[in-house]
Every structure is written in C-alpha cells, then in structure tokens.
C-alpha cells in the first residue's frame, strides 16, 4: 500500500477537523475605590494572564477603568496607587460577556491588628507628569524625627524640604511664602504671610503630596511647588490611639517635669456604611532650657492645643459631602529667649485660628464629576513686650525690651467649582478638568513700635531708631484664577497633559497666563519604569505683607558721635509703592527624571530641576545721595535726610538648580528604608528681607539663600529585627551648614551677603521599638536617641564683627534619650 505523503495528509486532515473557535476579546469593567466609598482617580489597574499578556488601565475621576483583554479565561489583577496598599486578585475569572469587578484600596497607616497586609513596594506614578513625592501616615509616626509630635518636623524627612533654624519649611530652595500649602484640597496659607503657621495633629495625616516643577495647572499661587496635606476619614470600624499621654520627668538644672505633649485620635462610622468620622487632639507642653543663661531665667514654656475634626456623609452613592473644622490656639510667654537674647528682650505671643471647609462631590451618572466647595481660615496674633524700655542691639547681644506691640487678624474666604468631564477618544485618550478659584483676603492690625538702640564694644550708644505714624491698617485683596487642562494617553505607556491656567487680584488688576506641558513615558514590558519632564510657569501669590508695608510705620534714625553729639538725622526711613505697573512674579520650571522598581521591592529614582523667576517682588531705595538735605514732604515727618525711600519693584530674581537620586526599598509586611543624595543651589539678589522693624541695605549681588544647602544627604528607615515583635528605627541627616551674613554695631551688612557658614550639620537618632499585647489592647514601647552622637548643631551665631564674641556659635541640642508608649486599640 502507497502511503500519502505527510504534507497532503495534514491538508486532509485540516479540511475534515471543526474549525478552532475564534475568541472575541472580552471587557472588563470596574471601579477603585476608598473603604469610605469615595472613587480614587488615577489607580493602575493590571491584569495578566498566563499566557503573559499584559493590559493595564488607569481609573477616570469617578475611579472607573476598562480593560479589553484579547479573550475569556482566568487572569490575575493588581491595583495600586501610591499611598495605598496594594490589592491582587490572582484568579479572577472573566466569561464572554465581560466583568465588573469592584476594588477597595485602603490608605498606608499604622494598623493595630495581628493580620498581616500587603505592604506595597514604592509605586511608580505614572498616571502623571509632574515630580511627586509622597510621605503617608505609617512614614510620620514611624521615622524617629525630633519634635515627633510636630507635624511641620516631620516634612522634612521628605528629599527636597529643608527646615532652617527658624523652624520654616522650605520646598526646593523656594521661600516658605513661595509654597501653595492646602489641607484637603483647600488653601492653608496663613493670609498675610503666607506662610504655613498651622499645626496639626500627626495622628490625623493620611499622606503628604509634595509636587514641583510642572504643577497640573490646577494649582498655581506657589512657584515652589505644591504641598497638599489629606487627613483620615474614618471607617466603618472604631479605630482608636493615644501616644504619650504619660508626662516624663528630665533634669535640667534640677528636676522639672519635660515636654509633655499627649496626642489621642478616635475615628469611626456615625451611620455604618454611609457617614463616618475622624477627630485628632493634640496638646503640647514645651520647655526650651538656654544653657549659657542663669537658673530662673533659662527656661521658655508654652502650650497650646490643635483639634482636628473631619466628617464625611455619602448622600447618595453619587453625591459625596464632606468637611471640617481644624482648630489652633497657643500661648508662648518669653518667645525669643536665647543665649544672646535674655529674658528682658523676650515676647509674650498669643495665637488662634479657625479653619472650616466644605465640599460637595457629585458623580454623574454620565461619568462627570462636579465638585464645589467652601473654606474660611481666621487667624489672630498677639504680641506684648515685657516692657517699654528701648531695645538694646550690642556686640554682646541684645538688652531692654522688644520694641513692637501689635495686634493682627487675617482671614481668608475660598470658593472652589471643578468639572471633570467623561473622557473621549482621539488619537488616544483624552481626561480634561476645568476649574474656578475664587479668593477674598482681608488684613487688619493695629501695631505700636517704641525705639531701639544701637551700641559699639565700648558701650556708647551710636544710632537711635524712633518710629512715627500710625501702626493701624486694614488691606484686602480678591482673587481669581480659572484653568483647564487635558490628560492625553496617547498610548498604555504614553502620557502627554497641558494645561493652561489665568490668574487674577485686585491690587495687580492684570491677568497673567500660566502653560503647563509635561510628558511620562513607560516602555513596553517595562511597566515599572518611567521617565518623565515637563515644563511650567508658574505664578506665586500676592502677598498682602508686602502690599501693606507703604500703610505702616516708619522710622527715624539719628546717628551719633562718641561724645553724644548728633552726627546725622533724623534720617528717614520709608516705604513706598510709586510704581502702578507692577508684574505679577512668574517662575519658569523645568524638570526631567526616571525612576524603575524591581520585584523585590526595591526603588531607584532620579530628578533633576531648574527654576528661575526674573521678576520677583522686591523693595529698593531710590535715595541716591543719602548726605542731600530732606525734601519738604520729609520734613513734615520730622526728617532732617533721607536714609531710604524703599519702592516695591519687579526686580528679585531667584534661580534654583537641584540633582537628587533616591533609593527606597519595602521589605515583608510594613517595613522600609530610603537613602537619598541632593545636589542643589538657591540664590537670589534679594536673599535678605527688607522690613518696617529692620531697614537694612545691601547690594542686589546674587547670593545663597538663608536655607541653601549645597549638599544633603538624607535616609531613614523602620526595619525588622531577629527577635518577634521588635524593630529598629533611624534618621540620618548630613547637610551643609545654613548661610549667615556678616553685621557691623549699626546692624547693617559687611560685604556680601551669606559668605558664611554655619558648620555642617549632623544628626543620627536610633530607637527601638517592642509591640505587644496587654489585657485585651495592642501597645507599641519606643525607646532610643536622638542626636547619638552628641553633635552640638547650633542654631544662632553672634555675628557682629566688633564683638568679642564674633564668630560663637550657640543653641542646638545634645545627645538626648527618649521614650514612647502608643496605645493602638482593642485587640481583635
């Protein structure tokens, strides 16, 4: 028998054999969403299958996503967002007609209960252009920073924030007033200052969210960046905590009772399933012991109490309303105490603010989201001498009292309205937003300033300073800003978003336009990698201190021989705004940088930035020839020469330039550690502040900023130790040492500005830490040191040249020990 040959056999069979089915490709379908029911926007959802394919969808605002998979089967899923734990699905089981899967993300946090959870590796954000840096709750109470019960100190365990000796928070290299600073969507910005003078309670923080470079245009107002603060919601379990409640007892020149600064949480549902809660009190008592300064006169103490509270109410499954009311009261008696700063010179502070906010979220069923909301922020500030003598500046320090008595209130009223439409599709995917901003802020005070003195080595008095006019001044200012940006995927890897957005004030009556325009971009098979650059100009806010300093005071100054005799004045010190044409400041950012996570849980990431504003506010003095005689409107005020007239001009120019890389890495269930180098430069010709109280002159070189720091480098960490329950905790930060200008015996600068330096600074703390079980509840024992190494790192200099002191470094903290008891709650 005569076979077929094997090639026409096969062609036989196939015409015989039924027809392998075609599989249509299949839809899933779902949402993300938070324990409390609200939709998270931008979670990565991916699944897989195991034959390997891949697809990957990020949520729209109402936290939907879809997925086209090439047939049915059994797949694995994985979502995620940054500050969430992260939720896997490993056999999920899709038909022919699709799923709909519905997932709950819940916040990174300190859980008290003996389950374990998924802990999850640093996420790679690639549903955004802009350079993210993300500090959670379990971050803030489990790195061993100083202060732990001061939130503004846990900041600047985050690469690019640095606090200066002030206490002031600076977000790469830009001024604290520089900074858009919010609290649940909402502008936190003290209204006068705008700085970031709030307290809150570490207890109530969810997840910190800084962003630089190319801000969304959503945000403007901070040419530094943005510094978004989420709270705690609450859920439908009672979850309670209590952190130091138990005073400590510490020797200080004898035995006194130390820091005592308690701190309680409680959150939980009002109505299961539908309204929820979460409260934070924070009460602090703090001494600061001056070492240099005799027993009874060495000591400041202040308290103060910040309260919390945050609702949320689900309407409707598609109608969210939440809202707020953060309360800040504090009373400082002796602020200002120093080793060069005794008691006499010191200043009792009073301080209260209100902030309350609301906001409605509507989820159309047409896949829009419509948001509204509503906040107001009153803060009040007293300050009293503790006397009435003149203030004193010497080569030795200062003596009298402080020459300012004043009372201030500011306030600020926010309307918010964004629209989120569905999205569409053209050459990829489009997600626009849209938006309205609407700000009324309104200043007033009423400030009496005395005089003060200047004297040489040899204790004559060489410059008398009396101030005229009156001290009491109201200003307000209105704001507007709209925006809208797109969010264009043109491809899973592929995000392109611009945006432009308009702002607007009363004291400026100008618009001025702000692109934005950014780029990420992960390659195929490399879903955990990305690389990211954008572009922004970016407006800071008008500041009503700056706009109110031509309705204050001024100053006159007589200058005197060693004999008594007047040598010069009353010269005049003023200040001014002559030019109606003034430019709202603008800075020009521009950022690139990569980041990849590998399986194990490990991180490494890059950024690089460059800002630069030209046309900042700053105040000169036209004044050019300070020995001609006073005009006659100066003499009106009592002045025999012009010392300064200072202007407000649009000519500060700030330039910023940082190289960071950071490594991070997740280990087991809740563990962690990152390490991080900063390479930066923040320069400025006005890197000193001109001021009613302080009317310096110098040259408009460009120098460091106060806070420059060339070098950093940064890491910390909450590890694992061989023994059950126990963990080690550490900070290390190595810094250049903060700028200081050199002063002559009338206060006013010698050669360029910031041409010294404080010494480098370093700091190590180590605890650790035991979790346990008493008598029903979960307990965590922290023990350990700050400052091990007992570095001294100072944060005042006697910089006068003619004092014998010159050059002496005072202040900073030694090696100190500490404890701390965590109640966590019930156990299960």
């Not at 003078?197 to 109530?204: A, P, T």
């Not at 001056?290 to 103490?301: S, Y």
Request: aromatic share 12%; charged share 20%; proline share 6%.
């Amino acid at each position: 028998m005569r076979f077929l040959p094997q090639s026409t056999l096969l062609f036989l069979v196939s015409l015989i054999a039924p027809p392998a089915r075609a599989w249509e490709p299949v839809r899933l379908t779902g949402r993300v969403q938070t324990p409390s029911l609200v939709p998270l926007s931008g979670a990565r959802v991916l699944v897989r299958s195991e034959m390997s394919v891949q697809s990957q969808a990020f949520t729209d605002p109402q936290g939907r996503f879809t997925i086209e998979l090439p047939s049915p089967g059994v797949y694995s899923l994985v979502a995620e967002q940054d500050g969430y734990y992260t939720t896997t699905l490993k056999s999920l089981s899709i038909p022919e007609a699709g799923e709909e899967a519905s997932i709950t993300l819940v916040p990174v946090r300190e859980h008290s209960e003996t389950v374990e959870v998924t802990a999850p590796p640093p996420a790679i954000d690639t549903d955004t252009t802009a350079a993210r840096r993300l500090l959670t709750s379990r971050d803030i109470i489990d790195i061993p920073y100083p202060n732990t019960n001061d939130f503004r100190s846990a900041l600047r365990t985050v690469t690019g924030v640095v606090r200066d000796n002030r206490g002031g928070l600076h977000v790469n290299g830009a001024a604290e007033d520089q900074v858009l600073y919010t609290l649940n969507g909402f502008n936190l910005n003290d209204p006068l200052t705008g700085r970031f003078d709030s307290r809150l309670s570490v207890e109530s923080i969810e997840n910190v969210e800084i962003t630089s470079g190319n801000l969304p245009a959503e945000f403007g107002k901070g040419t530094g960046g943005t510094l978004a603060v989420k709270t705690h919601t609450g859920g439908d379990r009672f979850r309670f905590s209590a952190t130091n409640f138990i005073p400590g007892i510490e020797n200080r020149k004898g035995w006194t009772l130390g820091d005592w600064t308690p701190r309680f949480g409680v959150s939980g549902p009002i109505r299961r399933g539908r309204t929820w809660f979460s409260d934070s009190l924070d009460l602090g008592y703090n001494k600061v012991f001056i070492h240099e300064l005799p027993k009874g006169e060495d000591r400041q103490t202040s308290l103060r109490i910040s309260n919390l509270l945050h609702i949320q109410h689900n309407l409707t499954p598609g109608q969210i309303l939440s809202g707020g009311l953060l309360v800040n009261a504090l009373s400082a008696p002796r602020t200002g105490l120093s080793a060069i700063d005794p008691l006499e010179t010191t200043v009792d502070r009073r301080a209260r603010q209100w902030f309350f906010y609301v906001k409605d979220q509507v989820y159309l069923t047409s896949r829009t989201l419509l948001e509204f909301g509503y906040a107001s922020n009153r803060t009040f500030g007293r300050e009293i001498p503790q006397g009435s003598q003149p203030l004193a500046y010497t080569p030795f320090g200062r003596r009298g009292n402080w020459f300012v008595d004043g009372v201030r209130k500011a306030s600020r009223n926010q309307v918010v309205a964004n629209i989120s439409p569905p999205s569409f599709t053209f050459l990829g995917s489009h997600q626009l937003r849209a938006g309205i901003d609407l700000n009324y802020l309104s200043y007033w005070q009423d400030v009496r300033r005395t005089s003060y003195e200047n004297y040489d080595a040899a204790n004559v008095l060489t410059m008398r300073t009396l101030f005229g006019g009156s001290g009491r001044l109201r200003q307000t200012n209105q704001e507007v800003a709209v925006y809208v940006q797109d969010s264009w995927r043109l491809r899973p890897g592929v995000l392109l978003e611009t945006g432009i957005r308009g702002d607007w004030d009363r004291l400026l009556s100008s618009w001025s336009v702000s692109p934005r325009l950014g780029v990420s971009w992960s390659p195929a098979r490399w879903s955990d990698t990305r690389f990211y650059a954008g572009f922004g100009r970016i407006a800071d806010a008008t500041s009503l201190r700056i706009f109110t300093r031509q309705m204050d005071q001024y100053s006159l100054a007589t200058y005197l021989g060693r004999d008594g005799e007047v040598i010069r004045g009353p010269a005049l010190n003023l200040f001014t705004i002559q030019n109606r044409g003034l430019e709202r400041p603008l800075a020009y950012s521009v950022t690139f940088g990569g980041a990849h996570r590998w399986a194990n849980g490990f991180m490494i990431r890059a950024d690089c930035m460059r800002r630069r504003m030209n046309n900042g506010f700053a105040y000169n003095s036209i004044v050019e020839d300070p020995d001609a005689p006073a005009p006659p409107w100066a003499e009106e005020m009592h002045a025999q020469a012009l010392d300064a007239v200072y202007t407000l001009f649009n000519r500060r120019t700030d330039r910023f330039d940082s190289v960071a890389v950071t490594v991070r890495q997740s280990i087991r269930s809740r563990y962690e550690w990152l390490a991080s180098y900063t390479r930066s430069r923040a320069v400025s010709n006005t890197a000193a502040d001109v001021s009613v109280e302080d009317p310096i002159s110098f040259t408009d070189e460009v120098r460091p900023m106060p806070w420059d720091v060339p070098h950093r480098l940064l890491s910390w960490g909450y590890l694992p130790l061989p023994a059950a329950k126990w963990a080690i905790a550490f900070l290390l930060d190595a810094r250049s040492g903060f700028p200081y200008s050199l002063r002559g015996g009338d206060r006013q600068f010698i050669g360029s500005l910031n041409a010294l330096r404080f010494p480098v600074y370093f700091e190590l703390n180590l605890h650790l830490e035991r979790r346990f079980s008493f008598r029903g509840h979960h307990w965590a024992f922290r023990f350990g040191s700050n400052n091990i190494t007992n570095r001294r790192n100072p944060d005042s200099v006697n910089n006068i040249e003619s004092s014998p002191d010159f050059g002496r470094f005072y202040g900073g903290t030694g090696r100190s020990l500490n404890f701390r008891i965590r109640w966590l709650g019930r156990a299960n």
